[in-house]
């Protein structure tokens, strides 16, 4: 099975000079040589070629990167970074390739999916890396309502993509990745409602 | 020239600019801002405003065009919303409800 079928002509691209700010999505390959910020649905094949910009949180059924992303990837089938590929984000796929010359920061998950070298036609639940993935994470936390900024900074990032790439690229500004600021005091069970928490900035 | 191609699966909800051919055979809503051609193919659907060089729509259209070149309305093509260039064609066949303004110098 062609994960990418690059050579079907009717495939949109979207060229070196043009800008998409907004969310994409649709139901067939794309190729981006420009600039595309905001999301990017894809049930087929994404290609950023060298050149290409992509700020946005992407998920589609595979990608090979080779220009920039910034932002979460998430691939049904795979995800592959050519050795030109600059990539700030958290990648989950079955399968990630991450050739020589690749410049990647972010948190892999390969876990709970498919693996098979050789896709199958009858990959019956292509849904199952997303359910995976989907971290954990309470949406309806504890007794008070706390407001969804509020959960630990710490948190599995794949389903929190925002802050996620906005950490990446603070890291990347100081050079080193540093741990995240102290986490926010946890959410307080109801209960000790009447503490006033209050965070301040350390100079 | 390199073309954009907006392909017919695609959904496109935001902004496009640059300065270099779009061809639309998707669906665009938001706003298109280029310094080239903007062709609307057949089966496409926009909900946009556009401003461009030229325009040429085939397709469905809903918004204002804008052209410091021309504009060209085949037949065929649906179009509601306002019109702006020096020169417009509207081809027998195509469906327009809007204004029509020439008066407008070429860039």
Known sequence: MAAISKDSGAATLIGPSIVISGKISGDEDLTVRGRVEGTLELSRGLVVDPGGIVKADVSAKSAVISGVVVGNIRAEESVELTHEARVVGDITAPRVVILDGAAYRGRVDMSGAPVAAAPRPAQ????????????????????????????????PAPSAPAPAVARASVQRAEGRPVPPPAPPAPPVVAGASRKKVIVRKRK | MANTVIGPDLVIDGEISGDESLVIQGTVKGRIALQEKVSVDGAAVVEADVDARAVE?????????????????????????????????????ANFKGSVDMDVKER
């Open chain 1, 124 to 155: 019956a639940t292509p849904r199952a890396p997303a359910r995976v993935t989907a971290p954990a994470r309470p949406v309806t936390p504890l007794a008070r309502p706390v407001p969804p900024p509020a959960p630990p900074s710490r948190a």
């Open chain 2, 57 to 93: 729509v085939s397709g469905r259209l809903t918004g204002n065009i804008q052209a410091s070149e021309r504009v060209e309305l085949r037949g065929e093509c649906r179009v509601v919303g306002d019109i702006r260039a020096p020169r417009i064609l509207i081809a027998d066949g």
